[in-house]
């Protein structure tokens, strides 16, 4: 059974940076995609982006340009680096794993 536990979550101003961190509890070359989530109260979970075994990266429009999804194989992990930060970013960020475990989540805040 695959555990996810996502780190690195804060509150941060507007333009500034922010690195999440997802440490898996397997070898996370066995898993195929590896993606990133967020969800504001209220509202559906939105798919950030993902990557894949191969270091494949996809991203949603809305972070395109702005977020780096990476991974390190030797530590199981991996990352989402969230750069010019704002305020509609605010969000819980979740980890998962080839479409069905979940991390228990992260909570970024963008505000002065």
């Known amino acids: 059974q695959v555990q996810l536990v996502e780190s690195g979550g804060g509150l941060v101003q507007p333009g500034g940076s922010l690195r999440l961190s997802c440490a898996a509890s397997?070898?996370?070359?066995?898993?195929?995609?590896l993606a990133w989530y967020r969800q504001v109260p209220g509202k559906e979970r939105e798919w950030v982006g993902h990557?894949?075994?191969?270091?494949?990266?996809m991203y949603a429009n809305s972070v395109k340009g702005r977020f780096t999804i990476s991974r390190d194989n030797s530590k199981n992990s991996v990352y989402l680096q969230m750069n010019t930060l704002k305020p509609e970013d605010t969000a819980v960020y979740y980890c998962?794993?080839?479409?069905?475990?979940w991390g228990q989540g992260t909570l970024v805040t963008v505000s002065s």
């Open positions: 397997v070898s996370i070359l066995s898993i195929s995609v």
């Open positions: 998962n794993a080839a479409g069905n475990v």
């Open positions: 990557i894949t075994r191969g270091g494949s990266t």
